[in-house]
């Protein structure tokens, strides 16, 4: 059974840190570019960031860019968020996914516009719940 599976999420006071891991199962993780996308209350769902399938490349969107840093063990097949300087704006369900092989600045786009389809993705993980608030 293919699965991803996010956790790390939780509470912590504007300007903390968290981690959030992913990890998969089912499929051959090093296959796939890992995104990783949030849904706040009330709002649509938007890209954070993504890491290419060997981990060469990195791509944030500008807000998180600088306090965010994504990464992958493949070995481990687990994938990692760490978001630092966390704001109130930063609240949201986060979800990571498995991006089906596109050109780079395809998957690229996914993150800045979160216009995606069902076929730019292979799998989702459940989401994990972000809450900073002091």
């Known amino acids: 059974e293919v699965q991803l599976q996010a956790c790390g999420g939780g509470l912590v006071q504007p300007g903390g840190s968290l981690r959030l891991s992913c990890a998969a199962s089912?499929?051959?993780?090093?296959?796939?570019?890992i995104g990783w996308f949030r849904q706040a209350p009330g709002k649509e769902r938007e890209g954070v960031s993504c890491i290419s399938w060997g981990g060469g490349r990195t791509y944030y969107r500008d807000s998180m860019q600088g306090r965010f840093t994504i990464s992958r063990d493949n070995a481990r097949n687990i994938a990692y968020l760490q978001m630092g300087s966390l704001k109130p704006e930063d609240t949201a369900v986060y979800y990571c996914?498995?991006?089906?092989?596109?050109?780079?600045?395809?998957?690229?786009?996914?993150?800045?516009?979160?216009?995606?389809?069902?076929?730019?993705?292979?799998?989702w993980g459940q989401g994990t719940e972000v809450t900073v608030s002091s």
């Open positions: 089912g499929f051959t993780f090093s296959d796939y570019t």
């Open positions: 996914a498995a991006i089906v092989a596109a050109p780079w600045p395809s998957t690229v786009r996914i993150i800045d516009t979160s216009d995606l389809s069902s076929k730019d993705i292979h799998s």
